[in-house]
């Protein structure tokens, strides 16, 4: 009998981190409502009522601002995807990714203005992302290989520089312009009529979508159904047992990097096509990462809809909450974003479950 | 020949456990003392003091703070910059209520601010692991960074938005602002940068840097051995915010005599400390030492040194080429040796002790 009396009341654990957090959260909003009420300033009312109010009285300007949210949410995403591939197959975490970017449309851009036609710049492109590949591999993986984890992502950061100065020193400082008409890419601008209000849509925004989600799918194809793909799985789900099946391990990096330039290079092109071409860019690389820690490092799902969601939370904050704290906040936004979310799931949205074990 | 231990014999156990328990490393450890205090600022020039010497110090007591977190704890860092930047102007701000606090105490006291704010960041460190906690710390970067730049009361309203550094005296002798003396400023910062050395040395030889190492090394079977990771860790993350924190405020104060914060404390000076870090040696006091000065000298080497060697080198080529060159230097160490400076330190060492047999 006395183990009736010991039961837990109404079988609510109160130490379940879910409960707890489920509390917390009710006990703020009730606050917040109290607040509301007893507000004479008004600051509470700025914060949590002004910008819904805002939101449902002009809903083109929503649409709008989600609008633009979900394409830079697609360009972080195609970053972060980059890092997930390197970091799936190889185990690094590539610092490198963002001033890949940068690098390949560089050197698309640069071997147009030697008088290279638009699309055999591509191509030529591409071949040097593969010698890239093909360098780092022999150059900086294969020395360094079994050696701790941070020692790898410190050699990511050297290749950052070296790539960095190398295309200054290649191709110059200053800003360039894609070359999006060469490319064939749209341009201009579709207005379209909603809730009483215009919202536009940039033709490459629209086309910068397309071109991710095929990418995406054909990643998704490449990994699901072909040899390579399977091997690039095999190598990412335990090395050793890669290599004892007798899978190359530095064949498969080559492989992996060159995808990850690829990637970096579609990326390159359409971020080019919206801003110019500059190492400018590279800060705005760094917002890559809250989205790799908010979908999880292995994961490309993960890396997309992290990116959607960033993006899109970070274009409502900055435009309904921005103003209120002096405006700017973009720069910080997207890493609380992504914290608020890694304090649940510390191992990121979709990413594999941490175990561990003495 | 001359580094020999034989006949050194210890007969108590604080003899043995002795930071530098070979005479010759005492007496090596007092002669670079010897010539930090008044070698130098006996022979270098007004221009060695001010750009090679002051910078060099400063770097390496924020990488002593870096490697507090990241080397004796496990915990990546990718803020300390933003930390420095809050000791910085915390400094300006107490100097601006105290005029008559003696400067070296304010920026002592400039750390305990940052400690604060770091402990704030280091929070999420108690869920967050490894490369996620790094760039979580990103948060606390472009955060801080971010305020720096848009609440005026930080900088007092001034029109240029940066930090402009008063003159503050002590016996007076000025220590800052612009009549100080590169030789004041020098030794200023030696002291500090010596204090605080002996005392990170303490710490992390003593019981504090043992839960720390072993936070490190496993944090479940440290939990499990009744070390406490939430003391343990945020205790990591004030100290180290603590050294980081005094160093922002000596280079605003000793070294730049004023800036603002988008120029001085970005995202790259938090990377280089973490360069500092790993090409000094994870876990290593003297390696922090190396790192920075391997790191903060490598530019100045290359721009006046390449030159010097015939290499003809123009304005902006010279800096593309110098990226490149820190670049693959970088790449380079790493795969000659990725425990960094300081185990090439040990290695030297134990060479120089079985000389002139190989061992």
Same mark, same amino acid.
């Given at each position: ?12 654990? $109160? ?12 006990? !703020?909003?009730?606050?917040? /409502?109290?607040?509301?009420? $007893? ?49 799936? +197959? ?5 610092? +490198?990714?963002? /001033? ?15 008088? !290279?036609?638009?699309?055999?710049? !591509? ?84 086309? %910068? ?10 990643? +998704? ?12 799985? %095999? ?30 290079? /579609? ?15 590279? /800060? ?56 608020? $979310? ?17 | ?8 014999? &210890? ?7 002795? *930071?530098?328990?070979? &005479? ?36 390496? #007591?924020?990488?002593?703070? #870096?490697?507090? #977190?990241? =080397? ?46 770091? *402990? ?9 692991? =490894? ?33 402009? *550094? ?23 910062? #030696?002291?500090?940068?010596?204090? @605080? ?17 072993? *936070? ?16 343990? &860790? ?109 185990? @090439? ?5 134990? &060479? ?8």
């Amino acid at each position: 009998m006395s183990d009736a009396t010991l039961r837990p009341i109404a079988g609510i654990n $109160f130490n379940s981190f879910r409960v707890r957090a489920a509390l917390i959260l009710a006990a !703020v909003l009730l606050l917040g /409502i109290i607040g509301i009420r $007893f507000d004479s300033s008004g600051t509470l009312h700025k914060i949590f009522v002004d910008p819904f109010d805002q939101m449902v009285s002009a809903p083109d300007l929503l649409v709008q601002t989600i609008w633009e949210g979900l394409v830079s949410g697609v360009l972080y995403a195609l970053i972060a995807l980059g890092f997930v591939l390197i970091f799936k +197959a190889s185990g690094v975490f590539n610092f +490198a990714q963002g /001033i890949m970017v940068v690098f390949a449309a560089l050197t698309l851009v640069g071997l147009y203005e030697k008088g !290279v036609p638009a699309f055999l710049a !591509v191509i030529l492109t591409l071949g040097v992302m593969f010698v890239l590949a093909v360098a780092i591999e022999r150059v900086v993986l294969r020395p360094l290989v079994n050696q701790p984890d941070i020692i790898l992502f410190m050699a990511t950061f050297g290749i950052t520089y070296f790539l960095i100065g190398l295309g200054e020193t290649v191709f110059g400082g200053n800003p360039k312009q894609m070359i999006t008409d060469q490319l064939h890419l749209p341009r201009g601008a579709i207005e379209l009529k909603l809730f009483g209000g215009f919202v536009s849509l940039q033709k490459i925004d629209i086309a %910068a979508a397309i071109i991710a989600s095929l990418m995406i799918a054909v990643l +998704a194809v490449f990994f699901q159904y072909t040899r390579i793909g399977r091997a690039l799985r %095999a190598v990412a789900d335990s090395h050793k047992a890669a290599l004892s099946v007798g899978i190359s391990l530095n064949q498969i990096w080559v492989i992996v990097w060159f995808t990850a330039g690829i990637v970096a290079l /579609i990326t390159g092109i359409m971020w080019g096509a919206r801003s110019d071409v500059s190492f400018a860019l590279e /800060i705005v690389a760094l917002k890559a990462l809250p989205v790799l820690i908010l979908g999880g490092f292995t994961s490309i799902p993960g890396a997309i809809i992290g990116g959607l969601i960033i993006g899109i939370g970070e274009k409502l904050g900055e435009f309904y909450w921005g103003p209120l704290i002096g405006g700017g906040i973009e720069s910080w936004l997207a890493y609380f974003i992504a914290l608020g $979310f890694l304090l649940f799931r510390p191992q990121g949205l979709f990413g594999d479950k941490i175990i561990e074990r003495i | 020949m001359f580094y020999r231990e034989a006949g050194q014999f &210890k007969s108590t156990y604080q003899a043995d456990m002795a *930071v530098f328990p070979i &005479k010759q490393d005492r007496i090596g450890l007092a002669i670079i003392l010897g010539i930090a205090f008044i070698g130098i600022p006996l022979v270098g020039g007004d221009f060695f003091i001010s750009s090679v010497m002051i910078p060099f110090l400063v770097f390496s #007591l924020a990488a002593i703070g #870096l490697n507090i #977190l990241t =080397g004796y704890t496990g915990l990546i860092s990718l803020g300390t910059a933003a930390f420095m930047g809050v000791g910085a102007y915390a400094c300006y701000k107490l100097t601006t209520f105290f005029p008559d606090v003696n400067i070296i105490v304010l920026i002592l006291v400039s750390g305990l601010f940052s400690a604060a704010i770091g *402990v704030l960041f280091g929070l999420p460190s108690l869920r967050i692991k =490894g490369f996620y906690l790094a760039v979580a710390t990103l948060a606390a970067q472009f955060f801080l960074q971010w305020a720096f730049v848009r609440v005026p009361w930080l900088f007092n309203y001034n029109a240029s938005g940066a930090i402009e *550094v008063p003159q503050r005296t002590l016996f007076d002798i000025s220590l800052t602002g612009a009549s100080a003396t590169p030789e004041t400023r020098y030794f200023v910062c #030696l002291v500090l940068v010596v204090v @605080l050395t002996w005392f990170a040395s303490n710490l992390v030889h003593g019981k504090i840097g043992r839960s720390w190492m072993a *936070v490190r090394d496993m944090d479940i079977a440290a939990e499990l051995m009744g070390i406490k990771l939430l003391n343990a &860790k945020l205790l990591a993350f004030a100290v180290s915010s603590f050294y980081a924190g005094v160093a922002g405020a000596m280079m605003i104060f000793l070294w730049y005599g004023g800036g603002e914060a988008n120029d001085v404390f970005t995202i790259r000076l938090s990377f280089n400390i973490l360069f500092m870090v790993i090409i000094g040696g994870l876990g290593s006091l003297i390696g922090s030492f190396l790192g920075a000065a391997f790191i903060a000298s490598l530019p100045t080497i290359m721009k006046f040194g390449l030159p010097a060697l015939g290499v003809p080198l123009s304005g902006a080529t010279a800096e593309h080429v110098t990226f490149m060159l820190v670049g693959a230097l970088i790449i380079l160490f790493l795969i000659v040796e990725p425990h960094g400076l300081a185990r @090439l330190w040990q290695i030297g060492k134990q &060479k120089l002790r079985t000389w002139p047999f190989p061992y």
